[in-house]
């Protein structure tokens, strides 16, 4: 009798979702974390859990699909308009269930284990999105194609995507290499190892993060530390104030020349479609850097 009642919560659950539990697949792609995700037919109704998930959606023509949203997905400004079903430090499973999705959409390293764990107990199918670099974005968008329906308009989307990067890192060969430190937060003061998708920005514009060896995505680090990197640049995402105190060590190279820099916070903290544009924000304010400021 325990057995028959787990098999009917299954089926509710998967009911729920607008599944069948005897469908065979009809539509696979690989996510972020390279598992394979199996559906019986295109998602017509997504949630999605991360912002970035979320923009990628829209700018495959896959906008009309999401029926859901985490509370900080607001851009394109159409998503402000979908519901949201709780933030980073919490999801209401219940608001999930009650929008009938039949994909979820959920970031690797952002949104909860516990969270992710309850979501498959219900045999909702879900796509880890966990791009950590620049053509990851891209394949993510063709892999979300996939299992919306839209995979012509999402290849159309990756395609335009890696041609202005690949545009940007030609533009940029040969150019005069600088040392960089990216502060994503001031109190603790914290920065983006190599892993993590930032680096591959300031790679991509002919700057090299002083930080690129530590462990962890987005290591904290000492003002000592810093101070011993002698970075020629240094980049913010909180706006020039965040950067302030570092004026008081003049000998600091990036302090010495006036070399400290303020770049969208959105376009290089979210690893989606608008990461282009944070590249080119970033290669413009290296290029004012070799200028002399």
């Not at 859901?68 to 933030?87: F, H, I, N, T």
């Amino acid at each position: 009798m325990p057995r028959a009642r787990f098999r009917l919560g299954l089926v509710l659950a998967l009911g729920l979702a607008g599944l069948s539990p005897w469908s065979a697949a009809t539509v696979s792609a690989v996510d972020g974390r390279g598992t394979q995700v199996h559906l019986p037919l295109p998602a017509s109704r997504v949630v999605g859990l991360t912002p970035h998930a979320v923009e990628m959606l829209y700018a495959i023509g896959a906008g009309g699909n999401l029926v859901g949203r985490v509370e900080y997905a607001d851009w394109p400004k159409a998503a402000q308009a979908l519901p949201s079903v709780g933030a980073y430090s919490g999801l209401s499973l219940e608001a999930v269930l009650a929008l009938r999705p039949q994909l979820v959409v959920v970031w690797g390293s952002g949104t909860s284990p516990r969270d992710v764990a309850r979501l498959r107990q219900l045999g909702i199918p879900l796509f880890v999105s966990e791009p950590r670099t620049l053509p990851a974005v891209a394949a993510e968008m063709e892999a979300l194609g996939v299992l919306t329906g839209h995979a012509a308009s999402a290849r159309a989307a990756a395609t335009q995507y890696r041609n202005r990067l690949a545009q940007l890192a030609a533009d940029n060969v040969g150019k005069r290499r600088l040392r960089v430190f990216w502060q994503l937060n001031e109190t603790p003061l914290m920065t983006a190892s190599g892993q993590q998708f930032m680096s591959h920005l300031l790679t991509l514009c002919g700057g090299d993060n002083v930080f690129a060896a530590l462990s962890g995505l987005t290591p904290m680090v000492s003002t000592e530390a810093v101070l011993a990197a002698r970075p020629e640049v240094m980049l913010a995402q909180g706006g020039m104030a965040s950067l302030a105190h570092w004026r008081r060590w003049p000998s600091l190279p990036a302090v010495r020349h006036q070399t400290l820099y303020a770049v969208p916070a959105d376009e290089t903290s979210r690893p989606g479609p608008r990461l282009v544009e944070g590249a080119e924000a970033v290669c413009r304010v290296l290029d004012a850097a070799r200028q002399g400021g």
